[in-house]
Nanobody, 124 residues
Framework: QVQLVESGGGLVQAGGSLRLSCAAS????????MAWFRQAPGKERKLVAA????????YYADSVKGRFTISRDNAENTVDLQMNSLKPEDTADYYC?????????????????WGQGTQVTVSS
């Protein structure tokens, strides 16, 4: 069982930066693949970035590539999302998610633990 708590959302102007953090409970954090998803109003939840249990493999959606960086600290049980050069279209609720090691780590259905979400609003 893993419990996830996100923090770091807020209001920022276009071009600004935010850092989201996700704190995970449990002693087996290092065995989980982790991801950040986002959901804009009226739209489906989509994968933004993912990182394998080892931290050696990452994935980014094309829309955030070069602007966002996902990282994890297995000693601290945290996974962060550094978001730079933010755009109004990045406005959404951002969710941290965890899944036991799975090669299908890019699939929404793979993730069975979710945080409550944190809101990010980017003004133009």
């Amino acid at each position: 069982q893993v419990q996830l708590v996100e923090s770091g959302g807020g209001l920022v102007q276009a071009g600004g930066s935010l850092r989201l953090s996700c704190a995970a409970s449990g002693r087996t954090f290092s065995s989980y693949d982790m991801a950040w998803f986002r959901q804009a109003p009226g739209k489906e939840r989509k994968l933004v970035a993912a990182i394998r249990w080892s931290g050696r493999t990452t994935y980014y959606a094309d829309s955030v590539k070069g602007r966002f960086t996902i990282s994890r600290d297995n000693a601290e049980n945290t996974v962060d999302l550094q978001m730079n050069s933010l755009k109004p279209e990045d406005t959404a609720d951002y969710y941290c998610a965890a899944a036991s090691r799975n090669d299908q780590f890019l699939q929404h259905s793979t993730y069975n633990y979710w945080g409550q979400g944190t809101q990010v609003t980017v003004s133009s």
